[in-house]
């Protein structure tokens, strides 16, 4: 059952401005580092896996 052109399996999507993880993660993370609170960058470092871990690292830096 292919979709019909136009359309796709989540018409809504996320919402417009919504941020994805990543930027959620590096957003709190510089936050963490302006404040100098290693315990809260560190909790948040571990919450991330995967593709989200190495984009915020590599984007922070």
Do not use: H, V
């Amino acid at each position: 059952m292919p979709y019909e052109t136009g359309t796709s399996g989540n018409p809504t999507g996320r919402p417009k401005g919504s941020a994805n993880k990543a930027t959620a993660a590096r957003e709190t993370i510089a936050a963490a580092l302006s404040g100098a609170n290693a315990e809260k960058l560190a909790a948040q470092l571990d919450g991330l896996t995967g593709k989200d871990y190495n984009r915020c690292l590599r984007e922070a830096s």
